[in-house]
């Protein structure tokens, strides 16, 4: 790489820090990610803890989660394990994407993508909301009450 061309991507992610996230990528895909979550939520276990896989999943993509390190096992008469990797991968879709008892819609589909771009960057700012505006010299109507 010469110095011009080191220059300008050292440029181009300091300028704009956004440019990071079109360079790192996701482990995952948003449908092996849905997927992984599905086998995770869905299946039964075995009596070592193993998931017993259902007769209608793609044995493709389980390739390629195998491929990818998320589960192991795969190849065993029905089961499989989910990896180190991909326990991670489940926690952090619940702690970011999976919503209450109350809320929950089972056609919900996860975006891991930007999931994933949040625990890296952080989550995206908002100026519009309210609770992020600045008090422009007025108090709000608890502010009033404690202050007096």
């Known amino acids: 790489?010469?110095?011009?061309?080191q220059f300008d991507f050292f440029n181009l992610i300091t300028l704009d820090p956004g440019a990071l996230s079109l360079i790192i990528k996701a482990p995952l895909s948003n449908r092996e990610a849905n997927l992984l979550y599905r086998l995770w939520k869905t299946c039964d276990r075995d009596d070592s803890g193993?998931?017993?896989l259902a007769d209608n999943i793609d044995s493709s993509?389980?390739?390629t989660l195998r491929n990818k390190g998320i589960i192991v096992g795969y190849g065993h008469p029905?089961?499989?394990e989910i990896s180190k990797k991909g326990k991670e991968i489940i926690?952090?879709?619940i702690l970011h994407a999976e919503k209450s008892a109350f809320e929950s819609n089972e056609n919900d589909s996860i975006d891991y993508q930007e999931i994933f771009r949040d625990v890296k960057f952080g989550p995206k700012k908002t100026?519009?909301?309210i609770a992020s505006a600045q008090h422009q010299g007025?108090?709000?109507w608890l502010e009033k009450v404690i202050c007096g």
């Open 91 to 93: 926690n952090q879709i």
């Open 78 to 80: 029905g089961t499989v």
């Open 50 to 52: 193993r998931l017993r």
């Open 138 to 140: 007025q108090l709000n």
């Open 127 to 129: 100026a519009n909301k």
């Open 1 to 5: 790489m010469n110095k011009n061309a």
């Open 61 to 63: 993509d389980m390739s």
